[in-house]
């Protein structure tokens, strides 16, 4: 740093580079970090989608004047770093005797303070004064901005005074405030000049206006993009070229990619590798579809490529700047993310908006993979001069995914919008510009289905249009959804269907708040020959059938509800196979597919998986055991189906993976085999009282498949008729074991213990929505009305949280991938383990690895992650 841009006493930094020796050897003013963010607001106030949210939010098309105003609040944020303990983080090693205090502060609460010292207030209060002018809606939205790291600021009680008190011969925050009072009056004209409306007082434009400040200050605060000013630099000149190079190289403007899709004007073939679009995904051109859209079809027909259809026709009329395709497991989303990607490249040859993976811990950006690195510091490619790197700078924190011009995550990235968690307005602002994809929507539970409704809410709101896709949704969840909309809030139609009525429901179906119509099906209509056995309690058993049909030649899936349940699967056919080759490898391996692989191996099982019983399956017998793993996205196609009982929804996805595609086939499987596991004598009763296999609710509530009376109705509706067609009886099917009236006759025909249940499920089911209302982000509440909730866990998925552990150095993996990361379902975990632990007495023997985690033992081998007792 030169001598005549050193960091003098009187000078206040916005940001700061500190050397080995701890002084401060770069700084950027605090000033023009305050200019570099307003310049990054207004310019974001000028994208497409973002000024279409607050136009929508606030209920009138924002004024270049509200723009200008709204500009200088976001200048405000950081203000608070004007107080002499935040400025007294230039020094790292001790604070001088002549500095105004003696402790270290932060900026956020501290601001609240500064208006209770008159020199401090005094500064402010002839820009404070012009800002009052403005409205109401000022004090909220002010508010907003200074809270812009990611929770409200509202409890200002306690200490923090003295940090705003001046000092005489020493730093003055006095003297700085009436330079930022003097530089937001001077910067801004238009703000300041008589007349013009209020500033939009409607609550959800307020929580818009947070997300966006925080998106700004990101931007801002990037050096890649805002390098430190230099000496004597006039930089409210420069910032808004620098929030313009900014905003367009991360595709938050997305206009040349429209202007160029505008004048291709691609065809589906085209788009998706010559393939000419099915009846549902034709239909998703539809330029009358309202902003909720909700497609039903049959697992198969083309469901990803109908929403991403929906997506370029919304785009390229400019409805979109970006796209979010949640999906509910990482899975699924990893396996979604390569075709996206190949999508986008045959729509724009040159240059095509970035395709994230937003997997935390498994990110990757136009096919490179992040690694971390100190400092929170990301490196997308070891070639130094990689151009490309800042275009990926929305996979550089999991709080930023959202802001990618084209995302494929879960749920959960989503929904952490709609939660009281740090930076959801964040979230919130930058999912507002997108379409939003939610797959297999009928797989939330109660809690994530509340959460789910506000961000559907809070979206639509922001003019957003969202897809919802399903296989097997029932009415009662259609019609909950479609009264998301405003036209269908108050409608009549809401009301519950009856079940006659639902059966009749067309399917395929598009459902928008406008109608709900008939789309003709893809013509591919399989006959699907059923059964039951009560065998689910005898691996030998099932490992026989198994056996019998490979005999025949045929791919035989074993779907199991849990992971015990298909190790002891695959135990019994090792013992009996005669034929190891008939038995699902990876590399040689003889191994199984479920949830308890590590990060480095889940991508391999799922590649030989779809190799050998993809659309271009290999020829001969198999057998794969497997979980609910593979019931969903995975492309395999398999003669016969062996599968636990389930609900009738599930079953349908697991039946989806048979006769999925035009393979040949064993005589005896050229119709669709399924054979469903029940419990001995077929009689569920005994689960009212012990779980097993992942079938009844327990005593606290929760289960895999805990509502025993749905079990039940699809058990009689196996043995109602051994034979059905898909997806024509699919309607019946769903609605026949869902369907509200349909549980509650069975429950009264079967007496007081299901009766019982059926109160404790509608029990837990109020409760989770209680929990997800209380953990909800209202964003029809005043901005700052409550504080997020502190010391209570808040999470997209109720109950215990999943853990992730590292192994450093990593271990010999079973497949040869090396072991690095490997999660661990929550209720394997010992009780009270730290948040910090990671696994100790690790050792590798006999091509296993075993560790402890606290106080339990596991073990990682060809079989996954398992739970050993203490030795």
Known sequence: MSAEHALKHTDAFGKLEHGADGSAVRWHSLIDHMIDVAACFQRLAHCRSIRRAMEKTSGRQPTEQDIARLSVLAFLHDIGKANSGFQAKRWKNGIPAAWPVRIVAGHGRETCKLFEVPTAAAALEPLIEQICTWGAACDSLLSASISHHGRPIKDCTGGGVTIWKTQAGAYDPAAVLKTIADCGLTLYPLAFQPGGDCLPEKPAFGHLFAGLVQLADWLGSDTRFFKFSDPGEARAARAPELADEAITTLGLDAEDWRDRLIATTPGFASTFGGFPPHPIQAAMADDSLGPLVILESETGSGKTEAALW???????????????????????????????????????????????????????????????????????????????????????????????????????????????????????????????????????????????????????????????????????????????????????????????????????????????RAVAGTGQSKRVHWSTSDIIDSPEQIAELALSAAAQGAKVLIVRNTVPAAVATLAALEARVPDRA???????????????????????????????????????????????????????????????????????????????????????????????????????????????????????????????????????????????????????????????????????????????????????????????????????????????????????????????????????????????????????????????????????????????LGEALFRYSRLGLEGLKNQ
Request: glycine share 6%.
């Open 582 to 852: 008939w038995l699902f490898q990876v590399k040689g391996v003889v191994t199984l597919h479920h949830s308890r692989f590590s990060r480095q191996d889940r991508p391999l099982l799922d590649a030989a998986i779809e190799g050998c019983l993809g659309k271009k399956r290999s020829s001969g017998a198999l057998i794969v055991v497997g979980t609910q793993t593979l019931e969903q996205s995975l492309d395999i196609d398999a003669d016969f189906l062996i599968t636990d009982l389930c609900p009738m929804d599930v079953l349908l996805q697991r039946i989806g993976r048979l006769h999925r595609h035009a393979n040949e086939r064993p005589e005896p499987y050229r119709i669709a085999q399924v054979l469903v596991l029940t419990p001995l004598g077929n009689d569920l009763t005994p689960l009212l009282t012990h779980v097993k296999n992942g079938l009844g609710r327990f005593r606290n509530g929760g289960g895999v498949y805990d509502d025993l009376r749905i079990l039940e109705a699809t058990r009689r509706l196996l043995a109602e008729k051994s034979e059905v067609n898909i997806p024509d009886d699919n309607r019946f099917l769903v609605e026949a074991a869902t369907h509200p009236a349909r549980l509650e006759a069975l429950q009264t025909e079967l007496g007081e213990a299901w009766q019982s249940l059926a109160a404790k499920l509608e029990g837990d089911v109020s409760a989770e929505k209680t929990i997800g209302h209380l953990h909800a982000l209202d964003v029809e509440r005043e901005f700052g009305q409550e504080e997020f909730p502190s010391g209570v866990q808040v999470g997209t998925r109720l109950g215990a949280q999943d853990r992730v552990v590292h192994f450093d150095p990593e271990q010999p993996g079973p497949f040869g991938e090396p072991l690095k990361t490997l999660p661990i379902r929550y209720h394997l975990l010992p009780k009270d383990l730290s948040p910090d632990a990671e696994p100790t007495a690790v050792r590798y023997q006999e091509d296993c690895t075993s560790f402890r």
């Open 310 to 516: 929906r997506y370029l026709q919304l785009f390229r009329a400019g409805e979109v700047d970006s796209l979010y395709f949640a999906l509910p497991t990482r899975v699924a989303a990893s396996q979604l993310y390569k075709r996206v990607q190949d999508t986008l490249k045959r729509l724009w040859p040159e240059n095509p908006p970035m395709a994230l993976r937003a997997l935390p811990g498994y990110v990757a950006a136009d096919g490179e993979e992040a690694k971390a690195l100190p400092d929170f510091k990301v490196l997308w490619s070891d070639d130094l001069n990689d151009q490309a790197a800042p275009q990926r700078w929305a996979g550089e924190s999991a709080k930023r995914f959202l802001a990618a011009p084209v995302a494929v995550g879960t749920i959960d990235q989503a929904l952490l919008g709609a939660l009281q968690v740090a930076h959801a307005h964040l979230r919130h602002a930058t999912l507002a510009r997108s379409l939003l994809v939610v797959d297999e929507v009928h797989a939330s539970d109660a809690y994530m289905t509340v959460l789910l409704e506000q961000l559907l809410k809070a979206h639509l709101n922001c003019g957003g249009h969202a897809v919802l896709l399903s296989a097997t949704l029932g009415s009662s969840a259609r019609s909950r959804y479609l009264a998301l909309t405003r036209e269908r809030r108050a409608s009549s139609l809401l009301a519950a269907v009856p079940f006659d009525l639902a059966c009749q429901v067309p399917y395929p179906a598009i459902s928008d708040q406008w109608s709900l």
